[in-house]
């Protein structure tokens, strides 16, 4: 009995020590560098069809590696608004409506915030970029590079992405990002698509677009999407050994899925322009599927913060057609193209957990939500630096016994 004792102590011990090299091998074996997140805002798997019945060729999910479903909501609605669907994404945890990056529990938000992806990808040497059809500002780029208690503190979250470790910041424009404050943050303000073309590596940026940068045909010399996250790439891989985090939002999907014309959820204008803004977001996840493809360490991942416009399929016409004109919690289509086993094919989780799945296949040990010290905007000091001490401590723990259980549920097969 005694030797039986001892062999399962030893058993488990070995168990223990393998536990903590499980997340480090899990990543190498993936090989993955490099993550290009793809965010189309509103877009349920209604969209891609509807966009199709409008005359377009739809792609993203043309065999993809992976396909699932994400299951959207926040901490207190059963459905998301864009900031804390944007929170659950950039941060792997679940806030309130209209608070991104930041903690719902007001104990907690004072002296600990959630760390994004987009800052984790920063402490780990990667270049990182934000590339929107959005306002600078707007929920979902602000959520992968601010931390604020509303997405209407404008100024605030304008202020803080001029300050942010992001290189490179581009949507639409928004006044109160003005160049004179952009080039005082140490930023390369742009306007255009001569501006953008003659950014050169390793410089720090913000582009400021004309209103329909979100079209197939850009008025102006306003760049597309596609030719947005181009560049982006070309910036984010020249000379770099180190890799790249790229988080791409097509927000128009959601923005003319909202509209409504004298009450009438569904109607010819709509419909056309929200099929258009699918087929910029479908064009440009084209070009990043073929770059990853080409380049072999780089995984692209395509989904949605929440679903807009209650679309469905409509017997009476035969076709999808609007059924509101605010979010739905309908689940929301996830695309992978890059790596076979981020999930399991055809499952459901919630959008909260593809942090960490895209922390594993990067090699990163740190489990999302990794909590950070709140610190002050002007002078850098942490709020409270003992309750912060202790918060690492708890976080620290956690983590440990979250990585034996993800090890025992791995071995024995568990969930």
Known sequence: MNQTKKLLAAVLCLLLLLSLAAPAAAGAEGEIRNVIFMIGDGMGYNHLKMAEEQGYDVWMDDAPDLAGWSRTRSANKDVTDSAAGGTALACGVRTNNDMLAVYPEQVKRGFVQPRSLTENAALHGMRTGVVTTDQTNGATPAAFSVHALSRSDTEDIVAQQLQCGVDLIWGKAQSAATQSATEEAGRVYVSDSAGMDALSAGSRSYGQFTNSLWKLNPQGNSPTLQQMSEKALALLTEGN?????????????????????????????????????????????????????ADGHTLVIITADHETGDLRYEESNGRMTYHSAGHSGANVPVFVYGANDLFQNGAEFDNRDIANMLAGKLGWTERFPIEDAVTDQKTGESASKTRSFFWQIW?????????IGDFFRSVFKIG
């Open 241 to 293: 050994d180190k890799g790249f985090f790229l988080m791409i939002e097509g927000a128009h999907i959601d923005k003319h899925s909202h509209s409504s014309q004298d009450g009438v959820y569904d109607y010819p204008e709509k419909l056309a322009n929200a099929a258009e803004a699918v087929k910029a977001f479908d064009n440009t996840i084209r070009a990043m599927v073929e770059f990853a493809r």
């Open 395 to 403: 976080a620290n723990i956690r983590d440990f016994f979250l990585r």
